[in-house]
C-alpha cells in the first residue's frame, strides 16, 4: 500500500510559480509512473503531467507544455514545476502512482491517489 501526500500548493498571482511535492509515506516511489491530475470546481478530473517509473519519459497536457515540468528523485518524491501560472490553473491538484507504468494519461491506470493540494491562482 502506498500513501501518497502532496504539498506545495497555495495562492499566487497570475505569472508566479509553485512546485508541488509528492512524496510516499511509508514506502518508496521507485517503481512507479507518478501523474499529476487537478480538478477544478465544478469540471472533471483531468490529466496534467506523468512521468516514466525509470524517470526516462515525460508527458503533458497540451495546456501545460511548456509551462509546467515534472521530475522525480527516483525513490522519494516527485515534482511539479510550474511557471508561468495562469488563472484557469486554479485547481486541486492531486499525485497519482502506477507500479511500473510507462507514464499514463488516463487516471484509471493508476493505483494509488494523494488527497490533492490547493492551487489558486489569481488575476
Known amino acids: 500500500q502506498v500513501q501518497l501526500v502532496e504539498s506545495g500548493g497555495g495562492l499566487v498571482q497570475a505569472g508566479d510559480s509553485l512546485r508541488l511535492s509528492c512524496v510516499a509515506s511509508?514506502?518508496?516511489?521507485?517503481?512507479?509512473?507518478m501523474g499529476w491530475f487537478r480538478q477544478a470546481p465544478g469540471e472533471e478530473r483531468e490529466f496534467v503531467a506523468a512521468?516514466?517509473?525509470?524517470?526516462?519519459?515525460t508527458y503533458y497536457a497540451e495546456s501545460v507544455k511548456e509551462r509546467f515540468t515534472i521530475s522525480r528523485d527516483n525513490s522519494k518524491e516527485v515534482y511539479l514545476q510550474m511557471y508561468p501560472l495562469k488563472p484557469e490553473d486554479t485547481a486541486l491538484y492531486y499525485c497519482?502512482?502506477?507500479?511500473?507504468?510507462?507514464?499514463?494519461?488516463?487516471?484509471?491506470?493508476?493505483?494509488?491517489w494523494g488527497q490533492g493540494t490547493q492551487v489558486t491562482v489569481s488575476t
Open positions: 497519482a502512482a502506477e507500479m511500473l507504468g510507462g507514464g499514463d494519461k488516463q487516471a484509471a491506470e493508476y493505483e494509488y
Open positions: 512521468i516514466s517509473w525509470r524517470g526516462d519519459k
Open positions: 511509508g514506502g518508496t516511489l521507485a517503481r512507479y509512473a
